[in-house]
């Protein structure tokens, strides 16, 4: 069975700063990887994902992620954090397509991102 | 833009009463799904349907009900409320079945079971 772990619960870091944000995956075959961002009161805003290809993922709002098929993990980063930054993030996998039937997105359980100024 | 809209932001029931959430897809997506959100266990899926009239149970199926008569459409039923379904719930679209489309989410409703 698939599934998803994020180590931290909160990431602090100041503004300007680099920020990463862990997710170490399990998941047999070839992985599907996402990452949503949700704002308080929000629901989830799709930031990237990585299907195939070059390992660094650039998504929205100047986000990046690295897919590490050996360490099995997709880490999200930005090179310079800003307050607005501050929400919480999810790490989402699930197997490609190569089995038969579908195949549900498994989430972690969130990491909260606190940004400060 | 997709839009997924969420009937209520915040609902507050009563023990035992019976809850309908619903959520509209403006995009004619295939898949629908539920997911309730809780503090520390991250995003759970309740129940999916990826065709009208089709429904497949997610992993915390107990307690819920769905159904989907239209496309657009995909509702959420507590059939009786209980306090532990206090909990934030989610809905979300994508356009087809298997498919590596990214998931598109409602706002959310925030339910309180008194």
């Known amino acids: 069975a698939q599934s998803v772990a994020q180590p931290e619960d909160q990431v602090n870091v100041a503004e300007g700063n680099p920020l990463t944000v862990k997710c170490t995956y399990s998941?047999?075959?070839?992985?599907?990887l996402f990452w949503y961002v949700q704002y308080p009161n929000r629901g989830l805003q799709f930031l990237l994902k990585y299907i195939t290809g070059d390992n660094l993922v650039k998504g929205s709002y100047g986000f990046e992620a690295e897919f590490n098929k050996s360490q099995t993990s997709f880490h999200l980063k930005k090179p310079s954090a800003l307050v607005s930054d501050s929400a919480l993030y999810f790490c989402a996998v699930r197997p490609s397509p190569e089995n038969t039937g579908f195949q549900k997105l498994v989430f972690g359980t969130g990491t909260r991102l606190l940004v400060s100024p | 833009d997709v839009k997924v809209t969420q009937s209520s932001r915040y609902l507050v029931k009563r023990t035992g009463e019976k809850v309908f959430l619903e959520c509209v897809q403006d995009m004619d997506h295939e898949n629908m799904f539920w997911y309730r959100q809780d503090p520390g266990l991250g995003l759970r899926l309740i129940y999916f349907s990826y065709d009208v009239k089709m429904k497949e149970k997610g992993d915390i199926p107990e307690g819920y009900s769905v159904s989907r008569e239209k496309k657009e459409r995909f509702s959420l039923i507590l059939e009786s409320a209980s306090t532990n379904q206090t909990s934030m719930y989610l809905c979300?679209?994508?356009?087809?079945?298997?498919?590596?489309?990214?998931?598109?989410f409602g706002p959310g409703t925030r339910l309180l079971v008194l």
């Open positions: 998941v047999s075959g070839n992985p599907y």
């Open positions: 979300a679209s994508t356009r087809l079945r298997g498919g590596v489309e990214t998931q598109y």
